[in-house]
């Protein structure tokens, strides 16, 4: 129909709008706000809720260990499916600048764990995230 929809969500509200007329894609546009909803409060509710999405400053989200291992698996996979080399996923995990500091010397912690977690990656790869879904499921 020519309709281009956009999800603006987090955690606490959502908000879908209908472009039409341009392709938001290809490039900006300016939006008139056409709404079709006949109670006043909820419409208020609507344009709230759009405003503390695009204005509410963006958090930080917590890692803790185990979501870093396994942010950490799937980017190592991915760059080793793309022919990447461990140091290369090391400086996307870690930037450059530490790479450099770190990645040659004595000590080889940085290497081992790009190692470890492309090792992740591939048994997550080939089923081990069906473990992980049977654990959400059960602590839902």
Same mark, same amino acid.
């Given at each position: ?33 056409? +709404? ?48 990447? +080399? ?55």
């Amino acid at each position: 129909t020519g309709d281009e929809y956009v999800i603006l969500r987090d955690s606490r509200a959502a908000v879908t709008l209908r472009c039409r007329g341009c392709s938001l894609a290809k490039a900006p546009a300016n939006l008139t706000l056409v +709404s079709e909803l006949s109670a006043p409060d909820d419409y208020i509710q609507a344009v709230a809720s759009l405003a503390d999405l695009l204005l509410r400053p963006a958090i930080e989200p917590e890692y803790s260990r185990t979501r870093l291992i396994f942010r950490d698996a799937l980017i190592a996979l991915d760059g080793k499916c793309l022919g990447a +080399s461990y140091r290369e996923i090391a400086s996307i995990i870690y930037g450059q600048k530490r790479v450099l500091a770190d990645w040659v010397g004595t000590s080889r912690w940085m290497k081992d764990r790009i190692r470890r977690a492309h090792a992740k990656g591939e048994e997550l790869r080939d089923g081990g995230f069906r473990d992980l879904l049977k654990l959400g499921c059960r602590s839902g």
